[in-house]
């Protein structure tokens, strides 16, 4: 019987949640294996050779953590290999940075090493750590990244979570931060990455879920996994049929366990392919409503009413219309879109009116805070494509910037565009204004796709008045959505 969760239903569901704001993830060791860190029998290889076994034997490698202990009385040299092989500054992987795309706050990892922080640090998000309950009252609640590292950091070896005893302490000594894991459980959905069905360490976690729950889960969890393939020894050989079918019939059993946890599994072909296939698709509905609006132009250019009444007019209709606006703030066209969300958060619908800062979130770039040319080329870009990626709709108006006293194409907005469309994001350059605007229509109408032939696209270039272009501009974005 097959108790799997389809990958159109939980790209569904977990979007939602999202959405909602009730979605958390917990990432496990393969997240960290897929970007170049050992596993847990790479660890603890020469341990287990230490005291005369073999790593590759043993399924318990808790136990085992706590065998070399108990024989050297120290764990020295289990510190040691925490420190060395979690240490080191190996690069996030694509998951990473997609995971972090998302706009969930809240993560929990059994994993030392400093990946998620790293990707974090890269996309300029704030976030808090907490590791024990001591933690917590460091700890001041607010809007950022909360990473939950409940086995410890590579930066404090010694307090690492890795034996049996270290395990039974840790749910003793820290009954709030686990307390605060099972609230979650209640009122998030949570996505497991990274874990096997033989992971000890997320076993001993479950464990601890399943008794609150008391065998009736009250929210719907995720878990990803890889499909059950023939295994090759280091000598070329193929398992038997036998062999690949009982491992296949393990696999269903631990799937249908999970199901006593609340916990859906999703089957992949390809875990390192697919994974940042799923939180592609995940992002892209998570982000539909999400509008990046580019250009910038000149106090002296002759169009400039004409660019502003535009940019001003359509961030009024997106925002009474359930969109949120994202701004790099570009010269002049940056004010006239925040004036246009003002006024569209005047616009009342049964008797609400919505909060300025929830509807636009404006990235300013830091002009006059780096010197150096190349470091500012670099920040700009990570910028932009930060803020890009959290948006499924890019509208370009002008685009163009003072070099020489002479106004050029803005080149900012000409990279935005590349961006965006990598991003495979709809882009709407509304070319009867000009500038940047004009060049990328023309660049996009050589594609000859549907939408570049259509009607609407002719009209953002040959339009006769604004009436006519500005309608066009809410056909594309409507069709769209």
């Known amino acids: 019987m097959d108790n799997t969760c389809s990958k159109e239903e939980f790209i569904r569901d977990y979007a939602a949640q999202i959405q909602n704001k009730s979605a958390s993830l917990f990432i496990g060791s393969g997240l960290s294996r897929a970007a170049g860190y050992i596993d847990w029998k790479g660890l603890l290889k020469e341990v287990a050779e230490d005291i005369g076994l073999n790593v590759e034997k043993e399924q318990d490698l808790i136990s085992l953590a706590e065998y070399y202990v108990n024989a050297r009385r120290n764990r020295v040299k289990i510190n040691t290999a925490i420190s060395q092989f979690f ?50 009252s460091k700890y001041i609640n607010g809007k950022g990244i909360v990473l939950h590292k409940l086995h410890g950091d590579v930066d404090l070896p010694q307090e690492a979570v890795i034996t049996k005893i270290d395990y039974d302490e840790f749910a003793f000594n ?74 296949k019939r ?76 994202y701004s790099g703030y570009g010269r002049n066209i940056g004010a006239a879109v925040v004036a246009g969300v003002h006024d569209g958060c005047q616009v009342t619908k049964r008797h609400a009116i919505k909060q300025f800062n929830e509807q636009i979130f404006v990235y300013p770039f830091p002009y006059k805070s780096i010197n150096d040319e190349n470091e500012r080329k670099q920040i700009y870009t990570e910028l932009r494509c930060n803020t890009i990626s959290k948006t499924r709709i890019v509208l370009i108006i002008n685009g163009t910037k003072k070099l020489k006293r002479k106004n050029v194409v803005a080149d900012g907005v000409i990279e935005e565009f590349n961006i965006a469309n990598d991003n495979n994001c709809l882009i709407i350059p509304i070319a009867v204004t000009g500038g940047a605007a004009e060049k990328i229509w023309e660049i ?36 769209f959505a």
């Open 444 to 479: 996009m109408k050589n594609s000859d796709t549907a939408y570049t032939s259509s009607q609407e696209f002719n009209t953002l270039k040959f339009g006769v008045n604004f009436e006519e272009v500005y309608r066009a501009v809410r056909t594309i974005i409507e069709n």
């Open 250 to 325: 393990k696999q269903q059993h631990h799937i249908t366990n999970l199901l006593t946890y609340g916990i859906q599994t999703v089957l992949v072909d390809n875990y390192e392919v697919e994974i940042p296939q799923l939180l592609k698709r995940i992002r892209e509905i998570v982000y539909k409503k999400n509008v990046f609006i580019s250009g910038s132009c000149e106090d002296n250019d002759s169009g400039i009413e004409l660019y502003n009444q535009y940019a001003k007019t359509i961030s009024t209709w997106l925002i009474t219309n359930n969109y949120k606006i």
């Open 87 to 136: 240490g080191k500054e190996i690069e996030p992987t694509e998951t990473h940075f997609l995971l972090a795309s998302l706009p969930i706050t809240s993560y929990w990892t059994t994993n030392y090493d400093k990946l998620l922080e790293r990707t974090f640090s890269k996309l300029n998000l704030s976030y808090s750590f907490l590791t024990n309950d001591s933690s917590l």
């Open 174 to 247: 820290n009954e709030i931060i686990l307390s605060k894991l099972k609230g979650e459980m209640c009122s998030n959905t949570f996505l497991f990455l990274g874990y096997s069905f033989s992971d000890t360490d997320i076993n001993h976690i479950l464990t601890r879920i399943r008794l609150f729950y008391k065998g009736n889960p009250v929210r719907t969890h995720y878990c990803i996994q890889e499909k059950i393939k023939r295994n090759v020894n280091d000598k070329g050989k193929y398992e038997t049929d036998e062999e690949l079918e009982y491992r």
